[in-house]
């Protein structure tokens, strides 16, 4: 079994910043990507970032790109973080981190493990 805990969410006003981490434990077994999605009220859930180990590759949402950055802890594997920069109120939405991403890079990447998630809200 997997477990994944996310953490750094709040309530913050537009330009702001904020850090999200997350932690993966348990079975983790090969998986080389770890990355976060989001899903706003009424919306379906969307990718946002993702990191690949193996190719130090960083994946972004257009919708976020230059504003979110994807980092992971070089000393602990399974532990990243999602620093928002300049948040806007378009960013409120639940984050959910998540474990073995798959087609990313495609029109709908998705995820085998996830996270319980946590609030960010953004206000204007």
């Known amino acids: 079994q997997v477990q994944l805990v996310e953490s750094g969410g709040g309530l913050v006003q537009a330009g702001d910043s904020l850090r999200l981490s997350c932690v993966a434990s348990?079975?983790?077994?090969?998986?080389?990507?770890m990355g976060w999605f989001r899903q706003a009220p009424g919306k379906e859930r969307e990718f946002v970032a993702a990191f690949r180990w193996s190719a130090g590759t960083t994946y972004y949402s257009d919708l976020v790109k230059g504003r979110f950055t994807i980092s992971r802890n070089n000393a602990k594997k399974y532990t990243v973080y999602l620093q928002m920069n300049s948040l806007k109120p378009e960013d409120t939405a639940v984050y959910y981190c998540a474990l073995d991403l798959y087609a990313l890079g495609e029109l709908r990447p998705g995820a085998n493990y996830w996270g319980p998630g946590t609030q960010v809200t953004v206000s204007s």
């Open positions: 348990g079975r983790t077994g090969s998986a080389d990507t």
